[in-house]
């Protein structure tokens, strides 16, 4: 695409980029169509009578699904290239979500990427709503289980408190306005990895990575996501053992030097984006 020079009162402000050609847009609904392609990252381990249900709730208009496997005993690997022979498989080669993450977003080929968990506790039918608001500004999407629209069936009392203390916690350190700091469910521009630079092993990745979206000074949105209840098997989060983890990333990343953000380009309608 050619950028071209936008022009107001014989001033120049910035560099729009000419629309994309038709063939490269993706009909997503009735109203609305992208050009940017978009990859969702699935870690997964032992999650093989989950992920037909995943499966069968991701859109048709996805261009990549990347299953990271933690080295599974059942037939978790088998299950996903039947449900989609196109599934990419990745073994992850260290342990853990954040290992299991990294990898799988350094596979992706996509211009955006989605993160979702291998349980059935979040909805792929939720990700138009991540890819509307990245194509329409943001840099980052955040699903939040307290926003309006929102919710939870898993969430104990024990980990609603700790998820509170720790979000009012990173909201005074770095003056975000987060309303959900732990939950699994993100998108953000590929061309941003660099920026989010995971390097954690554990659950605490997703507060990583809004720590580091916010310190990168990326515009960050978030958007209403319902939490099921995990369908099958038990899941491996503790919560005072993980919930210790988020805390001590949270004292690391402020002891920290925090990024230089990057400057922000002039201001561009959406179709700059690849949105119609």
């Not at 940017?36 to 048709?60: D, G, I, K, R, W």
């Not at 920026?195 to 515009?219: S, W």
Request: net charge neutral; charged share 20%; proline share 6%.
């Amino acid at each position: 695409m050619n950028p071209e020079s936008v022009r107001q009162n014989g001033k120049q402000i910035g560099m729009l980029r000419s629309m994309p050609p038709l063939e490269r847009f993706i009909p997503l609904t009735p109203h609305m169509a992208i050009s940017p392609t978009v990859s969702v990252v699935v870690p997964a381990m032992n999650e093989a009578e989950n992920l037909p249900h995943v499966f069968a709730t991701l859109p048709q208009w996805i261009d990549e699904i990347v299953l990271v496997d933690g080295h599974s005993v059942d037939d978790t690997v088998a299950v996903a290239r039947r449900l989609r022979p196109n599934v990419r498989i990745i073994t992850q080669s260290g342990r853990g979500k954040g290992d299991a993450l990294a990898a799988g977003f350094a596979a992706c080929t996509g211009d955006i990427i989605v993160m979702i968990d291998a349980d059935g506790s979040t909805d792929g039918r939720e990700i138009i709503q991540f890819v509307g608001a990245l194509v329409t500004g943001a840099d980052f999407v955040k699903g939040s289980r307290y926003a309006a629209g929102g919710g939870s069936d898993d969430l104990t009392f024990s980990r609603r408190a700790g998820n509170k203390v720790l979000t009012t916690l990173v909201n005074l350190i770095y003056g975000t306005r987060y309303s959900d700091l732990c939950y699994g469910y993100n998108a953000f521009w590929a061309r941003h990895l660099k920026a989010l630079d995971l390097d954690c092993e554990g659950f605490e990745v997703e507060t990583l990575m809004n720590i580091r979206a916010a310190k990168a000074g990326l515009r960050v949105h978030e958007v209403p996501s319902h939490e099921r209840c995990r369908i099958h098997g038990e899941s491996n989060l503790r919560a005072v053992r993980d919930g210790l983890r988020v805390l001590r990333t949270i004292i690391r990343e402020w002891r920290q030097r925090p990024y230089a953000p990057a400057p922000e380009p002039h201001a561009a309608p959406a179709a700059d984006q690849g949105a119609a």
